[in-house]
């Protein structure tokens, strides 16, 4: 299979497509406990409420999958999802504010799952400084910058008040993280080449009681 490579072919696609690969993915792993052995476009788009024409589509950008009237074979094609998503491998995570947000992020099992292993925490409360935070000791913010570094992390989630979080990003950037998963309540400014993804709750909350209130889905328009 050849995957795109190179800025100029990863443009083509889009961040929607990006996120049903991963529904594609879950919907894959749970055929494979299902004892699937193959799975069609029409299977894969009715579990996941799409078209066979936008499974099929998605798929292409990434090469040839599959055998026509006989489906995709599922465990062949759940390697090669998890191979482009690039959870075949282990990412060294590490993640700044262990508060309510943070100390739930390093129990949730599904990272670890996905290959994304937190082996990292930093805080700048003396009360965790060298405290052991579910196997893993918290260290001092001050030193976030060189620790990154030494220890080769390749992504951060940042939890942290707003505040501060542009501080923190900054050392970040200059400890040469490429990927940070954001969940201040703020727009960060980073430089070209470093991916950056907002998780604001508040506003998924927002979304809910919008569509509630107005007993529609946002997506279906509203009354004039």
Same mark, same amino acid.
């Given at each position: 299979?050849?995957?795109?490579? =190179?800025?100029? +072919?990863?443009?083509?696609?889009?961040?929607?497509?990006?996120?049903? !690969?991963?529904?594609?993915?879950?919907?894959?792993? !749970?055929?494979?406990? $299902?004892?699937?052995?193959?799975?069609?476009?029409?299977? !894969?788009?009715?579990?996941? #409420?799409?078209?066979?024409? *936008?499974?099929?589509?998605?798929?292409?950008?990434?090469?040839?999958?599959?055998?026509r009237g006989l489906g995709?074979?599922?465990?062949?094609? #759940?390697?090669?999802?998890?191979?482009?998503? =690039?959870?075949? /491998?282990?990412?060294?995570?590490?993640?700044?504010?262990?508060?309510?947000?943070?100390? +739930?992020?390093?129990?949730?099992? $599904?990272?670890?799952?996905?290959?994304?292993?937190?082996?990292?925490?930093?805080?700048?409360?003396?009360?965790?400084?060298?405290?052991?935070?579910? =196997?893993?000791?918290?260290?001092?913010?001050?030193?976030?910058?060189? $620790? !990154? *570094?030494?220890? /080769?992390?390749?992504?951060?989630?940042?939890?942290?008040? +707003?505040?501060v979080a542009q501080y923190?990003?900054?050392?970040?950037? #200059? +400890?040469?993280?490429?990927?940070?998963?954001?969940?201040?309540?703020?727009?960060?400014?980073?430089?070209?080449?470093?991916?950056?993804?907002?998780?604001?709750?508040?506003? $998924?909350?927002?979304?809910?009681?919008?569509?509630?209130?107005?007993?529609?889905?946002?997506?279906?328009?509203?009354?004039?």
């Open positions: 299979m050849d995957i795109p490579s =190179g800025d100029t +072919a990863r443009k083509r696609i889009s961040e929607s497509t990006i996120h049903r !690969l991963s529904r594609y993915f879950r919907t894959l792993s !749970l055929l494979e406990k $299902e004892n699937f052995e193959t799975v069609s476009s029409k299977e !894969l788009a009715k579990r996941e #409420k799409l078209t066979p024409a *936008q499974v099929r589509k998605d798929l292409s950008f990434f090469g040839s999958f599959g055998t995709y074979p599922v465990a062949e094609l #759940k390697a090669k999802v998890s191979r482009i998503l =690039g959870i075949d /491998r282990i990412w060294r995570v590490a993640l700044v504010g262990v508060g309510n947000i943070g100390s +739930a992020m390093v129990s949730y099992k $599904e990272f670890i799952k996905q290959g994304f292993h937190i082996v990292k925490l930093f805080d700048n409360d003396q009360r965790k400084i060298g405290s052991n935070h579910k =196997g893993i000791i918290v260290s001092d913010i001050k030193n976030l910058r060189t $620790e !990154l *570094q030494d220890d /080769r992390i390749e992504m951060v989630i940042v939890a942290v008040p +707003a505040t923190i990003v900054d050392d970040i950037v #200059k +400890a040469e993280v490429k990927a940070i998963l954001n969940f201040a309540p703020i727009n960060l400014k980073v430089p070209s080449g470093v991916h950056v993804r907002n998780e604001n709750m508040v506003m $998924e909350l927002e979304y809910l009681s919008f569509a509630m209130v107005n007993h529609h889905s946002p997506k279906g328009g509203g009354k004039a």
